[in-house]
């Protein structure tokens, strides 16, 4: 079975091939083709989770016969394993499930690039998650910023553009401080690989000689990924750059690409800094208020929005706040419950950015609240798994989200600080109200019929030069016009809704095997 510990470079390599090969490819055989690789990639990263199970180590596969900084190794363990099958099947689900809107909102003549787009930024995932050389890391981050990019910019109207350009503003500015830390990392320790680079800061911080310069490095790492991955207060982002793409990207860059920046960040702590060095420069208590800011402001952004689209970005911001709160605990359980969360979260925030627009289409093409009244009648299916995505994002038993909160609470009370704890269940208790408060009203909404006799409705659409239009239309003929899909188109977007649903509830009921799967990749990590 060593074999097996050629996949994941395979998978990366084949990954950036792909994306060179769908160039070539019509629009609906790039997308069979990338269909088809990513089922083979989520096998393939599949086997090697399992051979990490089995065999109880990581692994490490050395690239070249050059030591660093000129060789470049990719190190596979349990807890990089887990967070790549997640990725990739989120991946899958979305481009399947987002294939019909996609077909609306790309033109034809373009759609054989979004796929393009769509297996270099797998590669660009795939690297990240299993690189064990810092440097390497910010190479296919910047990769993973442009690749982003055409994913938002890919359906043209006005208000994606903008929207792409201040993500690849702010982004760019992310990745400027990331690579001033990379760099000022390299100066202090002389090496890029993480292992020998965390070796070079356990002396330096028993010395204390050099730990200015360290905590300078670890600061502006700190906050170039944060702002990469909306961390309070740098999410203002968000809501345009998820809400008006397409929905096979807005699913992909809320579920995906922010956790794995952070994903990268903890690997930083962890691998190369190491949790006592964080202690000593003060950066989990930092995240920690951060963390709970960002679950408290997201929330009522999220409130205070008149769209479905944008109420959703905004919980982005709020849910990554928990990740941050995690970080900021610290310690077994705090990282465990981190981990948790951007699982839980890749699964259930792709299943709302994936409903919302089925239940604007049978509303006028309409994401206001005021329109999407009754749109749960219309579109049975998409309310049912929208209605279970709220509950899991509100905390309710047997979902994926009540678990969350459970390893959060637990994170809080063995922190050993009181006024943590306190605080973390403070924010827990407020934060789910207020998630209540904005998804409840959500369903309610969707599953109120309205008036009797209402017939017609206003529709606010972007039109394709970005300008806004009013549009009326006639509930009855929508009803006609948007429900009668195809077994075909009906098959390939509730199958991937299926899937994601039954991770989440497998994440709900089966807990305790993902904890330990994550305790014990945490242990190879390290």
């Given amino acids: 079975m060593d074999f097996i510990r050629n996949f994941p470079l395979f998978s990366i ?46 692994f490490t596969y050395v690239m070249g016969e050059f030591p660093a900084p000129w060789g470049n190794e990719i190190r596979a363990g349990i807890l990089e394993a887990l967070i790549v099958l997640t990725f990739l099947i989120v991946v899958l689900c979305s481009v399947l499930a987002g294939w019909r809107f996609l077909q609306i909102d790309v033109d034809e003549s373009k759609v ?46 006005g208000r994606t553009t903008l929207a792409a350009i201040r993500y690849m503003i702010l982004n760019l500015v ?81 579920a995906i690409i922010s956790k794995c920046y952070i994903f990268l960040l903890i690997k930083i702590y962890l ?22 800011l960002g679950m408290s402001m997201g929330s009522v952004s999220a409130i205070r929005k008149k769209s479905i689209n944008r109420m959703i970005a905004f919980s982005s911001a709020a849910q990554i706040g928990y990740i941050y709160m995690g970080i900021g605990l610290g310690g077994p359980y705090g990282y465990t419950a981190a981990i948790f969360q951007i699982i839980a979260h890749c699964v259930t925030k792709s299943l709302l950015f994936l409903t919302s627009p089925r239940l604007a289409e049978v509303s006028g093409d309409s994401l206001l609240f005021k329109n999407l009244q009754g749109s749960a009648f219309r579109a049975k299916r998409a309310g049912l798994f929208f209605i279970i995505g709220a509950f899991s994002m509100i905390g309710i038993p047997i979902f994926a989200g009540f678990s969350s909160k459970i390893l ?23 934060s789910s109200v207020l998630n209540a408060i904005y998804f409840i009203r959500t369903v309610i909404r969707i599953y109120s019929r309205g008036e009797s006799g209402m017939k017609e409705s206003v529709a606010i659409v972007p039109t394709a030069e970005g300008r806004i239009k009013t549009v009326r239309h006639d509930t009855e003929d929508d009803e006609k016009k948007y429900g009668a899909w195809t077994r075909s188109q009906r098959l390939m977007y509730e199958l991937p809704c299926h899937v994601l649903i039954a991770y989440n509830l497998l994440l709900g009921l089966f807990a305790w095997a993902f904890v330990d799967l994550i305790e014990r990749g945490l242990l190879m990590f390290i």
């Fill in 271 to 292: 691998r190369v800094i190491g949790e006592d060095v964080l202690g000593m420069i003060h950066v989990p208590r930092i995240l920690f208020v951060l963390g709970i």
């Fill in 174 to 254: 992310g990745s400027g401080l990331f690579l001033l830390g990379v760099v000022l990392l390299y100066d202090i320790t002389g090496h890029l690989l993480m292992i020998p680079m965390h070796e070079k800061i356990q002396l330096i911080a028993e010395s204390g000689i050099g730990m200015q310069p360290l905590t300078l490095a670890v600061g502006v790492i700190t906050i170039g990924l944060g702002i990469k991955s909306g961390l309070f207060p740098f999410y203002l982002w968000m809501p345009d750059t998820y809400g008006w793409s397409t929905p096979s990207s807005g699913s992909i860059l809320s």
């Fill in 13 to 58: 390599v084949l990954s950036l091939f792909s994306g060179v090969l769908c160039t070539m490819l019509k629009g609906r055989h790039a997308k069979n083709y990338t269909a088809v690789f990513e089922g083979v990639l989520i096998a393939m990263n599949a086997a090697v989770l399992y051979y990490t199970m089995k065999t109880g180590t990581s």
């Fill in 408 to 430: 959060f609470g637990l994170a809080g009370a063995y922190c050993g600080q009181t006024g943590k704890f306190i605080l973390t269940m403070l924010a827990l208790a407020a």
């Fill in 112 to 157: 054989n690039y979004y796929f393009s787009i769509i297996n270099l930024l797998t590669a660009a995932l795939l690297a990240m998650s299993y690189t064990n050389d810092i440097f390497t890391g910010y190479v296919f981050l910047e990769i993973l910023t442009l690749t982003s990019c055409g994913l938002i910019v890919v359906r043209e109207i």
